[in-house]
């Protein structure tokens, strides 16, 4: 009865959450609102006796969220919802894509026949996620891992601030004479070779002659 | 707490992150929009262990996974912003419409 209350209650605030992100002024509150959904499907997940990935979701969420916040602050309009906003396009078309999805799933959720096997009563879940997790599952845990790194180095090498081609907010553009020229390109290459890579390597050893 | 009672929450859920995901023309917001349809998926996922597997660790294991994609997706998110709000000084979808800058 309680553990009913408390399941539609939280189920209440996450769906609830959920919708004010999206009709909050600013991008601060509706971070914040995004966190208070996840961390009701957190505390669900408690519920469902699956309690390390209840805290594990309301902790990483809470990091992720206010570094959302700090990063909305810095480069979005608008932060603070001093002024009322709503920016959206295709509204009609994204509602009906919403409410068409939510029917498709709660329509598989009532409809489909699923097995009914609860976890016994007994067991300790965390502990058998953590014997999963270095056991059996050791390889899906390593691919996560090595996936999570990837990304941060992806993260890293495409917001640098210096470009593949030069400076980042300079546009990073490809250099022109890279651009396949049918008729000026060997005209072109050859006009560079005294200015090139060989121009600036002759007075170097001159003028580290004329230091020593 | 029936699975027909997570399943609904979840859809619900999943349905408001697709609503935001194309409705806005912040990259941040789609970015919330995306994460709230994997804060459903999760939520299913972890409704679909306790009910139906008996406990079995391996439905567990594909909420850590689920976990890893939203973390993977929120890192890429924010480097892509950053990167074309450098070279397009842009953070609404509206003002990159063409792919040649």
Request: aromatic content about 8%; hydrophobic content about 55%.
């Amino acid at each position: 009865m309680i553990l009913n209350v408390t399941f539609w209650a939280f189920s209440a605030l996450a769906v609830f959450s959920g919708w004010r992100v999206f009709r909050a002024d600013s991008m601060v509150r509706a971070a914040y609102w995004l966190l208070v959904s996840f961390a009701a499907v957190g505390v669900i997940l408690v519920l469902l006796k699956a309690e390390f990935l209840g805290l594990i979701l309301i902790l990483m969420m809470g990091g992720e969220m206010t570094i959302m916040a700090v990063f909305m602050v810095a480069f979005m309009m608008n932060p603070a919802g001093l002024n009322p906003m709503t920016m959206v396009h295709r509204n009609s078309v994204a509602i009906v894509a919403g409410v068409v999805s939510f029917l498709a799933i709660a329509a598989l959720g009532v409809f489909a026949r699923f097995p009914v096997a609860r976890a016994p009563v007994g067991i300790d879940p965390t502990r058998r996620l953590g014997v999963e997790l270095l056991g059996d599952s050791m390889l899906v845990f390593q691919t996560a891992g090595v996936t999570l790194l990837a990304a941060m180095i992806a993260a890293v090498a495409i917001s640098s601030a210096r470009g593949r081609f030069g400076a980042g907010d300079e546009g990073s553009v490809e250099p022109d004479q890279l651009v396949p020229d049918t008729g000026a390109a060997p005209e072109r290459v050859a006009g560079m070779q005294p200015g090139g890579p060989d121009g600036p390597r002759d007075p170097s050893p001159m003028a580290a002659g004329g230091h020593t | 707490m029936t699975l027909q009672a997570l399943v609904f929450v979840a859809a619900a859920i999943f349905g408001i992150g697709v609503y935001g995901a194309l409705s806005q023309q912040s990259f941040v917001m789609i970015m919330m929009g995306l994460e709230l349809m994997l804060n459903g998926t999760i939520l299913a996922g972890g409704a679909m262990w306790a009910l139906t597997t008996g406990g079995s660790p391996k439905g567990q294991m594909l909420v850590v996974v689920l976990m890893t994609v939203m973390a993977v997706e929120a890192a890429m998110g924010f480097a892509l912003v950053i990167g074309v709000y450098r070279v397009r000084k842009a953070d609404i979808t509206e003002k990159i419409k063409r792919l040649k800058g």
